[in-house]
């Protein structure tokens, strides 16, 4: 698998990543990294990063792990928790691990911390195959 041009298609093919202007760094078998400069239109009400920003993030990173065995999966769970408030954070930072690579489903640990490389949020994700190779 040649994971620069898997990154580089992921980047390119996932609009809503870049509406947020979430980009994968690193991408490896069962690993990926993302981040995202934090804009004012991501704060919530009381200032700090709305929590859906960290869940997006941590879903990215962990469908990019997830597909590069290069097959297409899609998320069918995301246990997340919320450790703390995201308050003058200005870029975040998801890096997806994998527990465990199965046939059809597969499951990874991920991790979100901002420029202090303080852990905002944790995760554990499933991904299930589709199936379908990814053509690069």
Known sequence: ?????????RNINNNFAKLLGI?????SKGYAKAQMTIKKEFL????SL?????YTIADIAGGAAACSYGIHVTTIDGGFHYLRAGIN????????T?????????VYNISVTDQDNMELAVGIFSF?????PIEI
Do not use: Q, V, W
Not at 89 to 96: H, P, Q, W
Not at 98 to 106: A, H, V
């Open 1 to 9: 698998m040649d994971f620069e041009k898997l990154k580089s298609f």
């Open 23 to 27: 980009e994968l760094t690193e991408l």
């Open 44 to 47: 919530n009400p009381i200032g």
């Open 50 to 54: 709305h929590g859906g920003c960290l």
């Open 89 to 96: 954070t200005e870029r975040l930072y998801a890096t997806a």
């Open 98 to 106: 994998e527990i465990k690579k199965g046939k059809r489903i597969s």
């Open 128 to 132: 299930m195959s589709l199936g379908k």
